[in-house]
């Protein structure tokens, strides 16, 4: 596609209850980060793809949190048993080039805002 | 944790003055990079910088870059309430096989009309 796309753009969950949030990046674009941004502050890393090598899921905050990517193509992150500290807009961004390749310019989603009640 | 910082945290400045934006990291990096952030949803890409340069031009942005005192900073010229905006400072480190992005924390510019 033309963007990075994200879904759901809202998502409202009672604590306690899983939920799934997708990213579908930019056709060839073979690095995927997750972010996570609380309200006023700075980005948080939470996992990065690249291509078929190990993600680096340094940032995961917890095991409740875990994302796939199917070779190039969607992202999905699951939040397992959320909280209500969990809420944040989570941020899907994705780059033409990943590890070894020099500069990596991210193209971001809308963002997914979750709101845990 | 947080490999840049931004300061000041906030600034707010009447439209048609310049705005300065510092942004200091800790490791050694391959480029830096300044994105936009708008409405807290996604964020723009505005301007790269590699670690052999010292100042980029693009339109009214000028960053430059000082690895020895590991700063970076971003000069808006002639602003305007469009330019209204979070702005964020990123690094890769040159660790090899490790090019993630991290982001600093954010300067909150406002201009007033």
């Known amino acids: 596609g033309a963007g990075v796309s994200q879904s759901p753009s809202n998502k409202v969950t009672e604590k306690g209850k899983d939920v799934e949030l997708r990213c579908d990046p930019i056709s060839g674009h073979t690095a995927l980060y997750w972010y996570r941004q609380r309200l006023g502050q700075g980005l948080e890393f939470l996992i990065y793809?690249?291509?078929?090598?190990?993600?680096?899921k340094s940032g995961l905050p917890s095991d409740r949190f875990s994302a796939e990517r199917t070779g190039e193509s969607v992202s999905t992150l699951t939040i397992q048993r959320t909280q209500q500290e969990d809420s944040a807009v989570y941020l899907c961004a994705s780059s033409k080039l990943g590890r070894g390749a020099g500069a990596n310019v991210l193209t971001f989603g809308a963002g997914s805002r979750l709101t845990v009640l | 944790s947080q490999q840049g910082e931004e300061d000041p945290q906030a600034l707010s400045i009447q439209e048609g003055e310049n705005a300065t934006m510092n942004c200091s990291y800790k490791?050694?990096?391959?480029?830096l990079q300044w994105y936009r952030q708008n409405s807290g949803r996604g964020l723009v890409h505005l301007i790269l910088i590699r670690s052999n340069e010292r100042e980029k031009h693009s339109g009214r942005l000028r960053v430059t870059l000082d690895t020895s005192k590991k700063s970076s900073s971003l000069l808006i010229t002639a602003s305007r309430a469009a330019d209204t905006a979070s702005y964020f400072c990123?690094?890769?480190?040159?660790?090899?096989?490790?090019?993630?992005?991290?982001f600093g924390t954010g300067t909150r510019l406002t201009i007033i009309p």
């Open positions: 490791t050694s990096i391959n480029n």
């Open positions: 793809f690249q291509g078929n090598s190990a993600p680096d």
């Open positions: 990123a690094t890769d480190a040159t660790n090899f096989g490790n090019e993630k992005l991290t």
